[in-house]
C-alpha cells in the first residue's frame, strides 16, 4: 500500500475517474467500483468481483475503502437507534436512525461539535471542533447501511428511506462538504436517496440558503424557536447575524419550495418561554405568505438544561391555533431520549486542537 492511499468515499465520480486515469485504468472502471462502493457497500476491494484480482491489488495499493469505526451503537425501547462513530483522528459524532412502519430516517451529523451555542441544544454546549469531510458525512449513510443490513436490497423493501442533516453542527456553515455529500448521496447509481428524502436543517444562514435551494434542491427546515428578535437572539444566537426578517425572507423565495414542497419550520416547545397563544398567533402571521408546515417539538431535557418541556396541553392548544390557521403543526414524538438521541440531546466529549482554525460564518 502507499504511504498515503486515496479514501475512496467522498471522492465524486470525476475524481474517481481522474484518479483511475492516473494509474492507468480503463475507464468504465470508475463506474464499476463507484457501483460496488455505494450500491453493494463493499468495504474491500476482493468483494469486487467484476474486477480481476491483479486490479484488485493494484487498488489495494492506492486507496481505501474509508468508514468511520463505530465507537458506541445503542438502541433504544423504542428501536431509535444511535451510533457514536469515530474518525482517523479520534474525533467522534453522533449519528441516529428512527424507524418508522414504513419509513426511517437517518439523522446525519456535518461537523463535529457547533458554533451556534442554541440555548435549549445539548450540542450546542460544545465547542465546534471541526467540519467534517464530504467522505465523513457519508460514512455516517455507510455505517446506518452497514448496521441496517440494507445493501442491495430493493428500495422498496428498504427501512432507511430518508436523511435529515439535523444532527451535530450547522450544516450551511459547511456547505461545501455537505453538498458534494449529497449530491453523491443522490447520484442515481449509487446510494440514490432522493432529493425529496432529504431534509437540510439550518439555523439561518441567511447568504446560502437561495444556494441550497439551486444547487442541491432538497427540503429545507429552519430551527425557528421563538417569532420575536428579542427571545430568538438568546435561543438562537446567530439570530443577531441574520434576524427573523431577514430569515423569513430567504425563505419566501427559496427555489424548491411550493405547495407540495413546503419549508418545515422546527418549533421547540420550552415551557413559559415561547409557548403562550399570542407566540402561536404570530407565528402564523410571520408565516402567512410562505409555503411552510410547522414540527412542533417537546424540549428532550439534557443534564444541567436550562428549561422545561410545555406541557401536554400547552402544546396541544398551540397546535390547535396553528392547524385552525390551515399550517400543518404535527407534535413530534421524542424517540431515543433514554440513549440521548433525541432532537437536540446529542453531544460527543471531542474537542479542538490547539490552533486550530474553523470557518465560523
Keep these: ?5 486515496t479514501p475512496l468515499i ?7 475517474t481522474k484518479k483511475l486515469k492516473e494509474l492507468g485504468f480503463e475507464p468504465f472502471r470508475a463506474k464499476q467500483i463507484w457501483h460496488w462502493l455505494y450500491a453493494k457497500g463493499a468495504t474491500d476491494f476482493a468483494q ?41 483522528d479520534g474525533n467522534k459524532v453522533e449519528t441516529v436512525f428512527i424507524p418508522e412502519e414504513d419509513r426511517g430516517a437517518l439523522c446525519v451529523s456535518s461537523q463535529v461539535g457547533c458554533t451556534l451555542s442554541c440555548t435549549f441544544c445539548h450540542t450546542g454546549t460544545m465547542k465546534l471542533v471541526r467540519n467534517l ?8 449513510v455507510m455505517v446506518a447501511r452497514d448496521g441496517l443490513g440494507e445493501w442491495g436490497k430493493r428500495r422498496e ?19 461545501d462538504a455537505v453538498a458534494k455529500a449529497l449530491n453523491i448521496i443522490m447520484d442515481q447509481e449509487g446510494i440514490a436517496i432522493s432529493k425529496r428524502k432529504i431534509t437540510l ?6 447568504p446560502v440558503i437561495k444556494q441550497v435551494g439551486d444547487e442541491l434542491g432538497v427540503n429545507l427546515a429552519i430551527s425557528l424557536h421563538a417569532v420575536r428578535d428579542d427571545l430568538r437572539d438568546k435561543l438562537v444566537p446567530l439570530n443577531k447575524k441574520y434576524p427573523i426578517a431577514e430569515l423569513l425572507e430567504a425563505c419566501r ?12 419550520f422546527e418549533y421547540v416547545m420550552l415551557k413559559g418561554v415561547n409557548d403562550s397563544d399570542a407566540d402561536a398567533h404570530e407565528l402564523v402571521r410571520l408565516l402567512s405568505d410562505i409555503h411552510a408546515k410547522v414540527n412542533l417539538i417537546p424540549f428532550n431535557p439534557w443534564p444541567g438544561a436550562p428549561y422545561e418541556c410545555s406541557s401536554n396541553n400547552r402544546i396541544n392548544a398551540f397546535a390547535q391555533i396553528l392547524n385552525d390557521a390551515g399550517y400543518s403543526s404535527p ?31
Design 48 to 88: 469486487m468481483t467484476t474486477i480481476a484480482k491483479k486490479q484488485q491489488a493494484e487498488l489495494a495499493e492506492h486507496f481505501i475503502i474509508n468508514r468511520p469505526s463505530i465507537a458506541k451503537d445503542l438502541t433504544s425501547f423504542d428501536t431509535t437507534r444511535k451510533w457514536l462513530l469515530a474518525f482517523a
Design 253 to 264: 423565495t427559496y427555489p424548491a419550495a411550493n405547495n407540495a414542497r413546503r419549508i418545515t
Design 133 to 140: 469531510s464530504a467522505g465523513e458525512i457519508i460514512g455516517q
Design 10 to 16: 467522498g471522492l465524486t465520480l470525476l475524481e474517481l
Design 157 to 175: 423493501d428498504c427501512l432507511f428511506t430518508n436523511i435529515v442533516m439535523m444532527g451535530m453542527g450547522e450544516p450551511l456553515f459547511n456547505y
Design 201 to 206: 436543517s439550518t439555523s439561518g444562514v441567511v
Design 1 to 5: 500500500m502507499s504511504e498515503h492511499p
Design 331 to 361: 407534535v413530534r414524538t421524542p424517540r431515543g431520549r433514554d440513549i440521548f438521541a433525541a432532537c437536540g440531546q446529542l453531544k460527543s466529549d471531542s474537542e479542538r486542537k490547539k490552533g486550530e482554525k474553523v470557518w465560523l460564518g
